[in-house]
């Protein structure tokens, strides 16, 4: 079964606006990782939060991960067309040597 | 450097049929893993590998063999393919299982 589930399954904004994207998970872990998939291309990391960190940004991303409630959040500021695509959460369990990945948020930024 | 890549990046086989995709990295990471992606399923974990010579099976191991002589590869088997392997397999690659790097998929149909 998966691990971590997405909120939304689907997301459409304007651009310039803000995208929030939330994902659940059920075992303790290491890490969450977040991934952007393209249509029909493979996935690209791009933000890493540890279990023992609580905010973590990148550019125009920013995680939060709240180990109490087993969750995270991905926010991306000043939407682009270009950040169309689907986003994945991806779990790293403590004692496990792989990731366990959700079944993603597909974001749409209308022009 | 080429990343990961995957070969063939498109096949059709018939029901029954066998085939080999090969995935191979360059970074010199101990992990490698396979998934396949299915809509609205996200990413599944067939096979992976945490080093040269080891396998382990993943979250959907039925109908697949994998192989890893080479540090560098990672072949996937399909003995007698069925119409229910029908999907995008993807190929990625870490470093000792944290951030994961994604081949560009292929494509499989089964008729």
């Known amino acids: 079964s998966q691990q971590g589930e997405e909120d939304p399954q689907a997301l459409s904004i304007q651009e310039g606006e803000n995208a929030t994207m939330n994902c659940s998970y059920k075992?303790?872990?290491?890490?969450l990782q977040w991934y952007r998939q393209n249509s029909g291309r493979g996935l690209v990391h791009l933000i890493l939060i540890r279990s023992n960190e609580r905010e973590k940004h990148s550019g125009r991303l920013r995680v939060t991960l709240d180990t109490s409630k087993k969750s995270s959040s991905l926010l991306i500021t000043a939407s682009r067309a270009a950040d169309t695509a689907s986003y994945f959460c991806?779990?790293?369990?403590?004692?496990?040597?792989?990731?366990?990945f959700g079944q993603g948020t597909r974001l749409t930024i209308n022009p | 450097n080429a990343g990961v890549t995957q070969t063939p990046k498109f096949r059709v086989l018939k029901t029954g049929q066998s085939m080999t995709l090969l995935c191979a990295q360059d970074m010199n990471h101990e992990y490698m893993y396979w998934y396949r992606q299915d809509p609205g399923m996200g990413l599944r974990l067939i096979h992976y590998s945490v080093g040269e010579g080891t396998t382990a099976k993943g979250e959907v191991p039925d109908g697949y063999n994998v192989s890893r002589l080479k540090k560098q590869n990672f072949l996937l088997g399909l003995e007698s393919a069925a119409p229910s392997q029908t999907s995008v397999y993807f190929c990625?690659?870490?470093?000792?299982?944290?951030?994961?790097?994604f081949g560009p998929g292929t494509r499989l149909t089964v008729l």
């Open positions: 075992t303790s872990i290491n890490n």
């Open positions: 991806a779990t790293d369990q403590s004692g496990a040597q792989k990731l366990v």
């Open positions: 990625a690659s870490s470093y000792f299982g944290s951030t994961q790097y």
